[in-house]
């Protein structure tokens, strides 16, 4: 049975009169990799900072690893964090940074140390006083810090600020590893959306302080068409081709077009099935599930149906 890591219900959080969040519901299971995204302002900060007990509930419920958020000194102990920007001691080398913390963790010995700095590749800068670490690198020392005591989940907002492409690539690896190698459960916040994508298995939308969407990778792209697109000349004999060799789930999306939503497959043993069965093939390509498209969409729809109520 899958077990929730974290179940939000109902939450309300406000600053004075202003709402920051409204009604707010969320659901986490273990072994997601979860993709907050919502535009500046939407209460990303806010929800994990409630999350974390940084800032105190106002009202509804959350569940962090089976303890309720208030009275989660457990669970705390159970979660790594970076929130706003990863804090490090800038005197302090990598290696002391990570002593110090595992001191405050209780744990004895290197190994966690060894282990951690090993994780996101920082064994060159061991010696290096975080003050000079370039921006990649003090976020892998953010990184580091946060799973240095080996978290059944990690909570990452807006992670990969200001990496370049290759940084980001590294990152989205480091959290794919962690989530496959030591079953870490992460939620992850960005505005970087492409990455996001990359990363993550399912996504939650947030917008004005409510959640308007939670929805799978899976899901997502079924909604965003993706797969492979076939253009033919003769799409009944195409279908009837496709239906006898077993292909599939496929649909015709227009006169000429077929999608397949069999991303596993073999395109150019397809191509060579329909051009032998007499189908004239003008293009093959694979389509991309876009999280962006679906979330200007969704966004868009959000607020014209605000517009239409005011
Ligand atoms: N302590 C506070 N006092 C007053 N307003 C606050 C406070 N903290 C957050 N807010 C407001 O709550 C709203 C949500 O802020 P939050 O930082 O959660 O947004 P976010 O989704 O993380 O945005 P960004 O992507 O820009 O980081 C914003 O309008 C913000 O100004």
Redesign the pocket.
Known sequence: MEQAVLDIRDVSKQ??T?K??RHFNLNIRRGDIYGLI????????????LITGL?PMQKGTITLLGERVGSHQQALRRIGAII?SPVAFEKLSVEQNLKLSAIQHGLSGSSYIDQAIDFVGLNEKRKTQAKHLSLGQRQRLGLALSILHHPDFLIL??PINGLDPSGMMEFRNLLKRLNEELETTILI?S?ILTELYQVSTRFGI?HR?TMVKELTKNELDTANKAGYVVTVDNTPLATQIMDQAGVGPFEVTNKHSILIRNESLDPSQINSLLIQGGVLVSDFRQQEGSLERYYLNLIEGQNSKETIND
């Open positions: 600053f004075g202003f920051a969040l919502g535009e500046n302002g939407a209460g990303k900060t806010t929800l994990m900072k800032s706003e907002d807006e916040s505005h947030i302080g």
